[in-house]
């Protein structure tokens, strides 16, 4: 007899873990869905542990969506001293690549000298940074000179004497963290999205659960765990508010704002490090047929939920490009997307937030909440070991380590033993053969690894879900099904946004789509037309946001 097996990011997979969190009782309760908590129940479940995690929005809808969407060494840290924090961000990179070879892409990064500045300084910087690294001589980084860097780079102001190349790597944030819920939940642990906290369940004195509630369907209930984890990024400290003890330390909220530009009228392989002559500096950065430049690094004091890039930031960041690529004649209406996300710096005094440490830190209440704060991307593996310990003590027995986080393949990493480039080359094979244009046949590959032959399968039921979304959108129909029926997308702009990354990564924010999309989704999820034109009406405003603020 045929068994039905549930895909545990399904619609009926969401119900199920929901079911299982009001009926069973957890070693470990994880609230906030971004890549610290995502990453925490991968690495706690694969311990052993009992682990349940639910996220108010959607994974990644924070800080996690809105990064430089870098896994990078950090070695501007070096300034600082904070050498630790690059020896970790720095041998991180080749663990995240291992486990996810299809979301971890190697990115030369330039570093430009110029008139002034000292080469013994970056010489002696970045060799530490390769000792710290643990690179090997072909992994090391090399220098440029002038001739070199003109030929990479012509655009670049001058005058510059050479360039330092290294090698960083570029992600996708989102579907980085999205990934990590995903083989929590493989491995046994009940996952939900679109389920936020309402409270904390005290008993004389001690921590005993939450009250969460599903917002599809509106009922609440009650999870009953040993301990409880706040991962809530930007919102930790005022998630701590709703227990009975205030947070030992504030967090100082960082808005970075990036602008995304097309790559014809910003040409630019791989990376750069920009340094404006007045000073001030950012980054460019290529990703399939756009340029982004950033970042912005200012305190926060608005709303945490879905902050926008402010028009003095954008003007700012644009300056620095005009004024490092004199001879492009960028301007305002050459951006194609803005975007703005939250850094959750534990706040230092006396310090701006550039200058603030991304270190992080966990904090226990007395009624045993444990908050871990702080902290990046790049380091999310090794934030979980540090907040395992801290289980490891409330539960009182050894857990181990945190190894086989380094040693499982993320979803969509199991390349079947061959490199990404040559699997790359095969896969972009067989969908240019289906009629898939080049350019999604990249972008496709680039996001989804292995998972690229489940889209092939729904080709092989009916072509049509081998069609594109629209005209001139590089993302077929069949992503819409997958991220409906694989990966938990419960709105449209989860998918448009944390799945497809169209809302960002388009020419039109992805606009031309939403009635493809919208109307997929209706009639998988059960949409009547009434929410259905509601969802697009919550994208389009979502849309505008990311335009230039005038």
Known sequence: MNVMV??????????????????????????????????????AVLRGLKVALVEKVDFAYGTSSRSSKLVHGGIRYLAYGDVGLVRESARERKVLRSIAPHLVHPLPFLFPLHKGESLTKFRTGFWMFDKLAGATPEEGHRFLGTEALQAKVPALRGPAIGAVEYGEYITDD????????????????????HAPLVEFLVRDGKLTGARVRDEFTGEAFDVRARVVVNATGPWAEETMHLGVTPPPKHLMPSK??????????????????????????????RRWDFVYVGTSDEAYQGGLDRPTADRAAVLDVLRMAQDCFPSLGLKEGDIVSTWAGLRPLIGEEGRSPRD????????????????????????????????????????GYDLGDNHRTAEVPLPGGNLGGTDFI??????MAELLQRGISERTAERITWLYGNRVRELLAMGDEDAEWLQPLADGVPAVRGEVRLAIEREMAGSLVDFMDRRSALLIFSDDHGLSAVETVSRLMAGSLGWSEEDRQAQVEEYRTIAAGHNVPT
């Open 422 to 427: 040559a699997f790359r080359r095969d896969r």
């Open 174 to 193: 989102a579907r980085l963290t999205l990934e990590n819920a995903l083989s929590a939940a493989q491995h046994g642990a009940p996952v939900a999205n």
């Open 256 to 285: 970075g704002v990036h602008l995304l530009f097309p790559a014809g009228r910003l040409p630019l392989e791989g990376a750069i490090a920009l340094k404006s002559p007045s000073g001030r500096e950012g980054f460019a950065i």
């Open 356 to 395: 603030t440490s991304r270190h992080d830190e966990v904090w226990r209440s007395p009624e045993g909440l444990l908050t871990i704060a702080g902290g990046k991307l790049t380091t999310y593996r090794p934030m979980a070991d540090r907040v395992m310990e801290h289980v490891a003590r409330e539960l």
């Open 6 to 43: 549930i895909h545990p990011f399904s619609p009926e997979g969401r119900r199920t873990a929901l079911g299982r969190m009001a009926q069973e009782e957890f070693d470990l309760l994880i609230i906030g869905g971004g890549i610290t908590g995502s990453g925490l129940a991968r690495d």
